[in-house]
């Protein structure tokens, strides 16, 4: 299972969306959302990931007008689709002050689009964690996920600042 650091914060909930706190604090069970129709979108720092269908996968909401998020972080977005019975799901990942689109999605709003979408998660959380034994990833570093996502291309910023990141050409 991959998880993010013991410090990630069980937020309060967003509209359309359960309180954290409410499920014990330990973070809002993604799996459980599948059956929810969000109104708008938000925002959710993915607290645990497991890579099996089933298993462990939570996340915390991202409060605010301005969310933020730091070096690490693996997000969820999650909003009503184009259609109206679907709901449109991205996942974003963090690193040096970067956020980056990893996958995006709209699926059918048939309560199954958490399964769909975990293995994504899963791997941004494995790559991240991987990456952060080589390079600093910016933990300090916030940021702003509604500005930063608009203008968002795919790839992580180059180069990574750090212990000797290399990049083995074959």
Same mark, same amino acid.
């Given at each position: 299972?991959?998880?993010? +650091? ?6 309060a909930g967003a509209p359309g969306l359960p309180?954290?706190?409410?499920? &014990? &604090? @330990?973070?809002?069970?993604? !799996?459980? *959302?599948?059956? *929810? ?6 925002? *959710?720092?993915?607290?645990? =990931? ?10 915390? #909401?991202? +409060?605010? %007008? ?6 690490? $972080? ?6 009503? &689709? ?7 799901v991205s996942v974003w990942a963090v690193a =040096?002050?970067?956020?980056? %689109?990893?996958?995006?999605?709209? !699926? +059918? ?6 399964? &769909?979408?975990?293995? /994504? ?5 494995? =790559?991240?964690? =991987?990456?952060?034994?080589?390079? $600093? ?5 916030? #940021?702003? !996920?509604?500005?930063?996502?608009? @203008? /968002? ?5 180059? +180069?990574?600042?750090?212990?000797? *990141?290399?990049?083995? #050409? @074959?």
């Amino acid at each position: 299972m991959t998880s993010t +650091p013991e410090s990630a914060p069980a937020l309060a909930g967003a509209p359309g969306l359960p309180d954290a706190a409410a499920s &014990g &604090g @330990g973070g809002i069970d993604v !799996l459980s *959302l599948g059956r *929810l129709r969000p109104a708008s979108a938000a925002w *959710l720092l993915v607290t645990a =990931a497991d890579g099996l269908a089933g298993e462990t996968f939570t996340a915390s #909401v991202v +409060p605010g %007008p301005q969310p933020c998020a730091h070096g690490g $972080d693996v997000l969820l977005r999650i909003g009503p &689709g184009a259609e109206a019975a679907s709901v449109s799901v991205s996942v974003w990942a963090v690193a =040096a002050g970067t956020l980056v %689109p990893v996958a995006d999605w709209d !699926l +059918p709003d048939d309560g199954a689009w958490a399964e &769909g979408v975990r293995p /994504a998660v899963a791997f941004a959380m494995s =790559a991240l964690a =991987a990456l952060k034994e080589h390079a $600093d990833l910016g933990s300090s570093d916030a #940021v702003d !996920l509604d500005d930063d996502a608009d @203008g /968002a291309v795919a790839g992580l910023p180059w +180069p990574l600042p750090g212990r000797g *990141l290399a990049v083995a #050409v @074959g």
